[in-house]
């Protein structure tokens, strides 16, 4: 470098001149959004296949013969009323007949879920258009939410959309969005709950984060406010008051957040992140999912807390009235004598009462089905559910075939998903087992939460479709997988190819078997020859 040079350093470079905007605009204002547009693109296919002919058949499928009732008596009445034995054909009929009694029926499940396909039941009536309308709705916006969380788990927008393509394209997830049952309600709120969480765990490590830097003791920060994970609480307390199964989940997730918490201060340098989580984090933790999830369940019951006056009201509404104790014989089926708790109100009283009788029978059910099933099948689509069935004869209904047909509505995942997301949560296992994979764990954790509590019911008269609460999380196990088949940052070309090829295959084979068994999620008339084809298995018919 010359005297001058060293002396004399060169003028700074003219401002450079706009550059103008490239041709194409809208590609790259879509690819600007892309974290969202690709989402919205998979859920609206979602939706097209849950809503398109949501009302057929025209008929009360399985327990629709249950919650929808259910559901329009809680509108008109704020508990569950009586039915009598013609009241399907009274509601199918034209004109319709609606003829709800007000003596109160005894139920099985809480009545949140009851109350979300009351919606669908004011706006549309009481058809099953209405009574679908939410379940269909909660289901495609499941969807969407499974893209997102996706997205936020494995900081991928391509995963994140193929967990919600896949399960866009999951037999049982489509069959329970179009059927007026709890357990697609129940799934919306599990999935929500879990999305949650995620944001508080992303929200607790940048606090973390900022405290590191400002040289604060990563044993003695104070996370402070968390509305996400109270929102959680909130939402996992939902899907406890749609169904009872949810309790678990709520353990697990309650687990999972604490877990998450020391992580997160052992990675911002605590010393003792044990202590220091059981000692700041634990408590609020137990206060933000348990407390909420129980004032949202509590306040699920406030239609039958509500109806007690005159002497009516839900069924034993006014069991305590004139009882200074909590049960005369036992409690959860577990024999006490006579506790005084008149300082109860009688109505929490007899709440407390009616659960009990609630859990008798739910964890006493052993009356034989012909769809029932054992948990052990229920990963590999050992034993689906029908629904609805119906033989159509030649020249009914658009049955051209001279032998006949039928028209199915079939509880079934698709087969190739299902059988593909047994080897994902094996590739999860390893991943969180060896490699210490925190993403892995927390979907096994919500595997776990969900799956593992039905075997302990094995006299118990339980079903596959349950499942349907799974299935999200199944999704997001294979799409971990197949993004795991596209190789490494840094791989080469070649290896992309290869992966990418591999995992293409995987989705097409999957799209490919949803779209052959899709005339039995929907009950489209088919010829008989083509159902049996569709029969796989002896234990599907």
């Not at 900022?210 to 003791?217: H, K, L, M, S």
């Not at 709520?250 to 957040?257: H, Q, S």
Request: charged letters at 15%; a positive charge; one cysteine or more.
């Amino acid at each position: 470098m010359t005297q001058a040079a060293l002396t004399h350093p060169p003028a700074a470079p003219a401002p450079a001149a706009p550059v103008p905007a490239p041709r194409g605009g809208l590609l790259r204002w879509a690819a600007d959004r892309s974290g969202w547009l690709g989402p919205i693109a998979v859920a609206l296919f979602a939706g097209l296949l849950r809503f398109w002919n949501l009302g057929h058949p025209d008929a009360f499928v399985f327990d629709e013969t249950y919650y929808p009732k259910d559901a329009w008596s809680l509108l008109q009445q704020g508990y569950e009323g009586t039915w009598p034995d013609h009241a399907n054909a009274d509601i199918l009929s034209v004109p319709q007949s609606i003829p709800l009694g007000s003596a109160p029926e005894f139920i099985a499940h809480p009545p949140l879920g009851k109350w979300v396909m009351a919606i669908g039941e004011q706006l549309f009536g009481l058809n099953p258009f209405g009574w679908r309308f939410m379940t269909a709705l909660l289901g495609t916006l499941a969807v969407l939410m499974l893209a997102r969380i996706g997205r936020r788990l494995f900081g991928s927008t391509l995963i994140g959309c193929t967990a919600a393509l896949l399960m866009s394209v999951d037999g049982l997830q489509l069959v329970m969005s179009r059927v007026g049952l709890l357990d697609g309600i129940q799934m919306f709120f599990v999935l929500a709950s879990f999305g949650s969480l995620l944001i508080d765990r992303d929200h607790v490590r940048a606090r973390l984060a900022r405290a590191a830097d400002a040289g604060e003791d990563a044993d003695a920060v104070r996370l402070g406010w968390r509305p996400w994970r109270i929102a959680a609480g909130v939402l996992i307390g939902a899907a406890c008051a749609v169904k009872w199964n949810g309790a678990p989940i709520l353990a697990a997730f309650g687990v999972l957040t604490v877990l998450w918490d020391q992580a997160g201060r052992r990675g911002a340098g605590a010393r003792r992140p044990w202590r220091s989580m059981l000692r700041l984090d634990a408590v609020p933790a137990f206060l933000a999912m348990v407390g909420s999830a129980v004032v949202v369940y509590v306040g699920s019951w406030s239609g039958w807390l509500a109806t007690g006056g005159n002497g009516r009201g839900g069924y034993d509404r006014h069991w305590a009235d004139g009882r200074a104790g909590l049960s005369p014989d036992s409690v959860l089926g577990i024999p006490l004598p006579q506790v005084p708790m008149g300082w109860v109100p009688a109505p929490l009283r007899s709440l407390w009462h009616y659960h009990a009788q609630m859990y008798d029978f739910n964890t006493g059910l052993s009356t034989p089905h012909t769809y029932q099933s054992n948990p052990f099948a229920w990963l590999v689509d050992g034993r689906p559910v029908s629904m609805y069935w119906e033989q159509v004869p030649y020249g009914q209904h658009g049955c051209t075939s001279s032998g006949g047909c039928a028209a199915q509505i079939l509880g079934l995942g698709t087969p190739f998903l299902w059988w593909t997301a047994c080897f994902a949560l094996v590739y999860l296992l390893w991943r969180w087992f060896f490699r210490r994979d925190w993403r892995s764990g927390a979907v096994l954790c919500a595997v776990a939460g969900i799956y593992l509590p039905w075997f302990q019911y094995q006299e118990r008269t339980i079903f596959s479709f349950y499942m349907v609460v799974l299935v999200p999380f199944l999704c997001l196990a294979v799409a971990q997988m197949l993004g795991a088949m596209l190789g490494p940052p840094g791989c080469g070309p070649e290896r992309r190819r290869i992966g990418a090829i591999g995992a293409g295959v995987i989705v097409l084979a999957i799209v490919g078997c949803f779209a052959f068994f899709y005339p039995l999620y929907t009950a489209e008339v088919i010829p008989m020859s083509s159902w049996q084809d569709r029969m796989w298995f002896t234990s599907w018919i």
